[in-house]
Nanobody, 124 residues
Framework: QVQLEESGGGSVQAGGSLRLSCVASGYTNAPVCMGWFRQGPGKERGWVASIVTGNRATFYADSVKGRFTISQDNAKNTVYLQMNSLNPEDTAMYYC?????????????????WGQGTQVTVSS
């Protein structure tokens, strides 16, 4: 049974930093891509960043580019999201995800495995 478990959320002031972690387990065959998503108050869940686990290629939403960094530790089956220069607009529940199709990156509309989420709150 595939499980994704996020941690590392919390409350910070604007300009602060947090590092989120996502531990993956239960895969028969590891996915080639993992992603982070977020859902703010009254908003739809949106894509934040993805990493291709083989070549470590990374992709970011424009809203976080230059501030967030996605990375992985294959030995720990863990993907991280380092978030710097946080602002109140980053307040959201953050989720990691993998696509049911192990060869595809997850999108907001694909059939994904999801974690339970970790809350990030940024105050001004």
């Amino acid at each position: 049974q595939v499980q994704l478990e996020e941690s590392g959320g919390g409350s910070v002031q604007a300009g602060g930093s947090l590092r989120l972690s996502c531990v993956a387990s239960g895969y028969t065959n590891a996915p080639v891509c993992m992603g982070w998503f977020r859902q703010g108050p009254g908003k739809e869940r949106g894509w934040v960043a993805s990493i291709v686990t083989g070549n470590r290629a990374t992709f970011y939403a424009d809203s976080v580019k230059g501030r967030f960094t996605i990375s992985q530790d294959n030995a720990k089956n863990t993907v991280y999201l380092q978030m710097n220069s946080l602002n109140p607009e980053d307040t959201a529940m953050y989720y990691c995800a993998t696509n049911h199709d192990k060869w595809s990156c997850p999108t907001a509309y694909s059939n994904n495995y999801w974690g339970q989420g970790t809350q990030v709150t940024v105050s001004s």
